[in-house]
Nanobody
Framework: QVQLVESGGGLVQAGGSLRLSCTAS????????MAWYRQAPGKQRESVAT???????VYADSVKGRFTISRDNAKKSAYLQMNSLKPEDTGVYYC???????????????????WGQGTQGTVSS
């Protein structure tokens, strides 16, 4: 099966940095667009940053200039470097992939809209 596992969350003071990682496990053949979302307490989940298979990136206005999304296809991983953190960046950060091609029972298979379990990022003022 295919899974996404996030890591790197934690507690940091305002102005500090965190680096999140997301790694796909399984017999992966191809990973398409990868993205980071976050959900603050009492709020809806929102898109933070997206990176296509070709490396094109899109950011939410609230994080432009502070966050950087990247990926390492060989490691089946995506990263989110978060600098100049603010208390309003606090939330659970989720990794998402729109589709993954993988091998199962010696045959290619595809799974859509894959989510990780989330990692908590807390920024204190």
């Amino acid at each position: 099966q295919v899974q996404l596992v996030e890591s790197g969350g934690g507690l940091v003071q305002a102005g500090g940095s965190l680096r999140l990682s997301c790694t796909a496990s399984g017999s992966i053949l191809n990973i398409n667009t990868m993205a980071w979302y976050r959900q603050a307490p009492g709020k809806q989940r929102e898109s933070v940053a997206t990176i296509t298979a070709g490396g094109n990136t899109v950011y939410a206005d609230s994080v432009k200039g502070r966050f950087t999304i990247s990926r390492d296809n060989a490691k089946k991983s995506a990263y989110l470097q978060m600098n100049s953190l603010k208390p309003e960046d606090t939330g659970v950060y989720y990794c998402n992939v729109d589709w993954i091609l993988f091998r199962e029972s010696m045959r290619p298979n595809q799974v859509y809209d894959v989510w990780g379990q989330g990692t908590q990022g807390t920024v204190s003022s």
